[in-house]
């Protein structure tokens, strides 16, 4: 079967593998004449899958003993709104760092529930870089400090956190959970939608700190309020099952690839490939991001005329790449290269970039 060369910035390319045992499991899931989703959210085998999905994450991870793992709905969209209702209490400040359209979006939701404060930004630079952040500077009232920590259309990304000692760190991890290895310590909340290096669209992952389950007021609706799922497994009503069947699938083959830290070399590779032809082709292809900030997640460019880059797009479409058009806010090109876009294909669009350049 010939896989197309898929580099969309989510829905994206899932593992071959899982997508394999997928198909087989779609009909006849465990021997029981049924498919996965037509399972019982209650039958003791989709409850399995279930536990399997959260303890692979807790080890791929290692989530330590006093976080719980949820899986809500909504995507991460949602959790922009249920982070504020959640964690933002009366006579607190929420603090946002502004590194990109999504966290300026995260802002505008907990803006509805409460107090904010732009923490840091770099909007008025296009978004080029992850603006410079120190918690020392937050005050005593903050309830949470949130991050994102890559930021899928401007391809920046944290490389180091502001330390937490005294403001829960809430990172909005999207675009670039299980990218890379990191101390889940570091952080108090950590969400993300699945469907850039977990799994399908559908299932949004919560890791929460423990602690931070007290904040949430007994008034919020039932389905918005975080102890909800923390006290049923995440079954206190139908869950999505195929994406959660699929996201441990996908676990099952990160774990495979031999962990996280595996995995980080490997996308430090198939970056450095893209990153290497941008800074060698004397200015024909021009990054978005500031070198510091660069995501290994999502390679952002431009050419340097607006037609030279339609002409781009329009011959690497032709060549048979897919999701290389920069996100609609801003254009240009962008390359998302998750976990699962194989090296082979990342090598392939180095080539196509050369040769595009050779030509032009
Ligand atoms: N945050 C980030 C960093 C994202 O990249 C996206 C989606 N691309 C979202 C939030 C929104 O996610 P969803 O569509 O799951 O609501």
């Avoid at 404060?117 to 008025?124: C, E, N």
Wanted: charged share 20%; proline share 4%; hydrophobic share 40%.
């Amino acid at each position: 079967m010939n896989r197309a060369l898929n580099f969309n910035a989510g829905p994206a390319a899932l593992p071959v593998e899982v997508l394999k045992e997928a198909e087989q499991n779609l009909l006849n899931f465990s021997n029981t004449g049924m498919g996965i989703m037509e399972l019982s959210h209650r039958s003791k085998e989709y409850q399995a899958v279930h536990d399997q999905a959260i303890a692979l994450l807790r080890k791929l991870m290692a989530i330590p003993d006093d976080y719980e793992v949820l899986f809500i709905q909504g995507g991460a969209s949602l959790q922009f709104s249920m982070v504020p209702m959640n964690l933002l209490g009366r006579g607190q400040a929420a603090h946002y760092v502004l590194s990109g359209s999504w966290s300026d979006k995260a802002l505008k939701e907990a803006d509805k529930i409460g107090e904010t404060v732009i923490a840091a930004s770099s909007k008025d630079q296009k978004y080029r870089f992850i603006p410079a952040y120190s918690q020392d500077d937050i005050p005593d009232n903050a309830a949470y400090l949130h991050i994102t920590s890559n930021n899928t259309i401007y391809g920046t990304q944290w490389k180091t956190f502001p330390s937490n000692k005294k403001t829960p760190l809430v990172a909005d991890m999207s675009s670039d959970i299980l990218s890379r290895s990191l101390e889940v310590e570091q952080f108090d909340l950590i969400y993300a939608g699945a469907q850039k290096n977990l799994g399908p669209s559908g299932v949004t992952v919560v890791i929460i700190r423990k602690e931070l389950l007290e904040r949430s007021s007994e008034n919020l609706p039932t389905m918005l309020n975080y102890n909800t799922f923390a006290n049923d497994n995440s079954l206190y009503n139908t869950p999505p099952t195929l994406a959660i069947y699929l996201l441990s699938l996908v676990l099952k083959w990160a774990d495979k690839q031999g962990g996280l830290q595996q995995i980080e070399n490997t996308n430090e590779k198939k970056a450095k490939t893209l990153y290497d032809i941008i800074d060698e082709s004397e200015g024909f292809y021009i990054g978005h991001a500031h070198k510091d900030s660069r995501s290994r997640m999502n390679v952002t460019f431009n050419l340097h005329s607006a037609d030279l880059s339609k002409e781009f797009l329009q011959q690497a479409k032709e060549a048979g790449f897919v999701g290389l058009g920069g996100h609609r806010s801003i254009g240009g090109c962008r390359a998302s290269i998750y976990n699962a876009v194989p090296e082979q294909h990342v090598e392939k669009l180095a080539a196509f970039m050369k040769a595009f350049k050779n030509k032009n």
